[in-house]
C-alpha cells in the first residue's frame, strides 16, 4: 500500500535555529496533511495541502507540497521551547484511509 | 459532542483477559478511525469505519481484535484475551468525509492507555 517516509526521525534544535522536516511518498498524492503531537498528548491538525507546489504559512511554520505531488516539507524559523514534540504527515489514501508517516521527533535545546 | 471522548482513559488489565475500549465521535463525523500507539512510536492504523460499515480492516493485528460502530456512532475496539504486547495508547479520531472544507481532517481524542501485566 501507500506509505511515507518522513526524515529526519529525530531533530536536535538549538532555540532560536531553523530546521524543516520532510515527508516522501513513492506514489502521487492528492493532498498530504501534518499533524503536531505534543509530549504525552494527542495528534493536532496543522494544515492541509492539495495543490501542486502549494505553499501555506502558519506564524513562523512554513508548509510546501512539492510540485509532483510527492513529497512535502515543514520548516520552522526561530525555533522555541514550544515547538518541541512529534510532527506527522499524513496521506490520503484510497477508500479515505488517512496513513500516517513515522514522524519527525523534535526536541529544543534552550 | 464537542470533541471525540474515549473511555476509559486508563485500563490496567492482567494477560488474558478481554477488554473494550469506547469512541464517541464529533456528532455529525461519518468516518471513525482506530489507531495505535507504542511508547515512544508513531501511529498503526487498525480499523477505519465508514458509517456502520468498515471498508478497510487491514489493520487489526490479529483476530483477538475487533471493532464494531453502531448508529453511526459510538464504536467500541474489543481486544480478547490480551497480551503484554497489546500495551499501548488507542487513539481514536473522526472526521468528516468529502470534498469540502474540513473533510478528512481527523479529530482524535485523548486516548486509551492499556498496560497488560
Known amino acids: 500500500g501507500q506509505q511515507v517516509m518522513q526524515i529526519p526521525q529525530y531533530q536536535h534544535v538549538q532555540e532560536g535555529e531553523d530546521f524543516t522536516t520532510y515527508c516522501n511518498s513513492s506514489t502521487t498524492l492528492s493532498n498530504i496533511q501534518w499533524y503536531k503531537q505534543r509530549p504525552g498528548g494527542h495528534p493536532v491538525f496543522l494544515i492541509q495541502l492539495v495543490k501542486s507546489g502549494e505553499v501555506k504559512k502558519q506564524k513562523r511554520l512554513t508548509f510546501q507540497f512539492g510540485e509532483a505531488k510527492k513529497n512535502s516539507s515543514l520548516h520552522i524559523t526561530a525555533t522555541q521551547t514550544t515547538d518541541v514534540g512529534t510532527y506527522f504527515c499524513?496521506?490520503?489514501?484510497?477508500?479515505?484511509?488517512?496513513?500516517f508517516g513515522g514522524g519527525t521527533r523534535v526536541l529544543v535545546k534552550p | 459532542g464537542a470533541g471525540v471522548s474515549q473511555s476509559p482513559s486508563n485500563k490496567v488489565t492482567e494477560k488474558g483477559k478481554d477488554v473494550e475500549l469506547r469512541c464517541d465521535p464529533i456528532?455529525?463525523?461519518?468516518?471513525l478511525y482506530w489507531y495505535r500507539q507504542r511508547l515512544g512510536q508513531g501511529l498503526e492504523f487498525l480499523i477505519y469505519?465508514?458509517?456502520?460499515?468498515?471498508?478497510?480492516k487491514s489493520g487489526l493485528p490479529s483476530d483477538r481484535f475487533s471493532a464494531e460502530r453502531t448508529g453511526e456512532s459510538v464504536s467500541t475496539l474489543t481486544i480478547q484475551r490480551t497480551q503484554q504486547e497489546d500495551s499501548a495508547v488507542y487513539l481514536c479520531a473522526s472526521s468528516l468525509v468529502g470534498t469540502g472544507g474540513g473533510a478528512n481532517v481527523l479529530t482524535f481524542g485523548a486516548g486509551s492507555r492499556l498496560t497488560v501485566l
Open positions: 469505519f465508514q458509517g456502520n460499515s468498515a471498508p478497510d
Open positions: 499524513v496521506l490520503l489514501a484510497a477508500g479515505n484511509k488517512l496513513t
Open positions: 456528532s455529525g463525523h461519518t468516518a
